[in-house]
């Protein structure tokens, strides 16, 4: 089983950037697919960006493509979420996930994930 520990979100401005990172133990972190997600209040969790076992592959929501970087660290049993040109309607609970699935690509689907953090708040004003 795999434990998810989201850290780094906290209040900015618009326009600022943070990075998130999610801790990962009790599991084979460098066999799992990962993925970010959010959720504003009163909205459906939503997918942001996803990254494979290796980290040779990503995936990006359009609303954050070329603002965002997702990565991972294996030997470190962490993964990244670099936030530049953070917008006010990004404010919103992040979440990391797990998947443990043989496939080795990028995993986009919240439903398909087995392991989720608590989340971390990060709140952008205007």
């Known amino acids: 089983q795999v434990q998810l520990l989201e850290s780094g979100g906290g209040l900015v401005q618009a326009g600022d950037s943070l990075r998130l990172s999610c801790a990962a133990s009790?599991?084979?972190?460098?066999?799992?697919?990962m993925g970010w997600f959010r959720q504003a209040p009163g909205k459906e969790r939503e997918f942001v960006a996803a990254?494979?076992?290796?980290?040779?592959?990503?995936y990006y929501a359009d609303s954050v493509k070329g603002r965002f970087i997702i990565s991972r660290d294996n030997a470190k049993n962490t993964m990244y979420l670099q936030m530049n040109s953070l917008k006010p309607e990004e404010t919103a609970v992040y979440y990391c996930?797990?998947?443990?699935?043989?496939?080795?690509?990028?995993?986009?689907?919240?439903?398909?994930?087995?392991?989720w953090g608590q989340g971390t708040q990060v709140t952008v004003s205007s």
């Open positions: 996930a797990a998947c443990q699935s043989t496939y080795g690509g990028v995993i986009t689907s919240v439903a398909r994930y087995d392991y």
């Open positions: 990254i494979n076992w290796s980290g040779g592959a990503t």
């Open positions: 009790g599991g084979s972190f460098s066999r799992v697919a």
